[in-house]
């Protein structure tokens, strides 16, 4: 890489770290120089702003089987036994000069809460085994930053900040299989995320048409939370009994990840991301660069 590329590189990550306030997918370091043959640069003969910059779009798909959370509360914290996050979404990406991925999705979330019911106030009743919160599929975005900050060889070494943002309607509130209980006040929460990390990845060439698989490892720290704003639910059939669903926060601030991106001639990718630590999750990404 050249030295006036790196210089320009690393700056303007900085500037840009310092204008963004960045469970998440780490992502592969190689995507902002992976894929550098434009789809349109086949069909005509005008480049990007001399290769300067770049675009990639395409699907996002991040299903999280257990965010570990607990309890937000200064004394006598809970576990959650189960927290699902599941998001679709479409993918955009700018890149410039091959080092930097600016990168946003929008797209859709669905929260699935399972926890013994201890975890959160009770008044006036026995609480039952286990409590479990449904909430409709809605609207949710995220926003980051990632950057190639060494290239040497097949080997990149890159870092990546990342938000997450979904306030998704509640279906419903359901103690054990009893029939749903109802919500006195407020329908949905707030559920943000935000991330840094840092990974390593190795390329590999196969054969010609260019096919290549870039295999990579990283680690993150994270913090979650969930604004529940003390909603209130109360037993429709004695309204004397009621819960207050208290805030939540992470477990755990670290994880790691190992994933592998496959790319076809420069052009086309399709990454599979697989998390721990922090969270049990899978991520799959499929992108085309325009």
Same mark, same amino acid.
């Given at each position: ?110 929260? !699935? ?74 329908? !949905?929460?707030?559920? !943000? ?56 926060? =992470? ?28 969270? =049990? ?7 085309? !660069?325009?």
């Amino acid at each position: 890489m050249p030295p006036m590329k790196l210089k320009i590189g690393i700056t303007l990550l900085f500037v840009l770290s310092a204008a963004t306030a960045f469970s998440l997918p780490i992502g592969n370091p190689a995507d902002p120089n992976l894929l550098n043959c434009s789809l349109l640069n086949q069909y005509c003969e005008i480049g990007c702003l001399n290769g300067l910059f770049g675009v990639r779009a395409g699907f996002y798909g991040d299903y999280v089987f257990n965010r570990y959370l607990e309890v937000d509360r200064s004394a006598d914290s809970s576990d959650l036994q189960e927290t699902k996050i599941y998001t679709n979404a479409g993918y955009l990406a700018l890149t410039y000069c091959d080092l930097i991925d600016l990168f946003a999705t929008v797209g859709a979330s669905s929260f !699935h809460i399972k926890t013994p019911s201890t975890a959160f106030r009770t008044r006036g009743l026995t609480p039952g085994e286990y409590f479990t919160i449904e909430t409709e599929t809605d609207f949710s975005w995220s926003v980051g930053l990632r950057a190639a900050l060494l290239n040497w060889r097949c080997f990149t070494l890159g870092v990546e900040g990342q938000y997450f943002r979904a306030c998704p309607s509640i279906n419903f509130v359901r103690e054990e299989d009893d029939e749903p209980l109802y919500l006195s006040s407020g329908d !949905h929460f707030k559920y !943000h995320e935000w991330q840094v990390g840092a990974a390593l990845s190795r390329e590999f060439y196969v054969c010609t048409p260019r096919l290549s698989f870039v295999p990579y490892i990283g680690v993150k720290w994270a913090c979650a939370k969930v604004d529940m704003n003390n909603l209130v639910v109360i037993n429709p059939n004695i309204q004397t009994d009621t819960y207050v669903l208290y805030d939540l926060e =992470n477990k755990k601030s670290w994880g790691y990840a190992v994933g592998i991106t496959l790319a076809l001639n420069d052009m086309i990718s399709v990454m599979v991301e697989r998390r721990f630590g922090d969270e =049990n999750g899978l991520q799959v990404n499929g992108q085309i !660069h325009f």
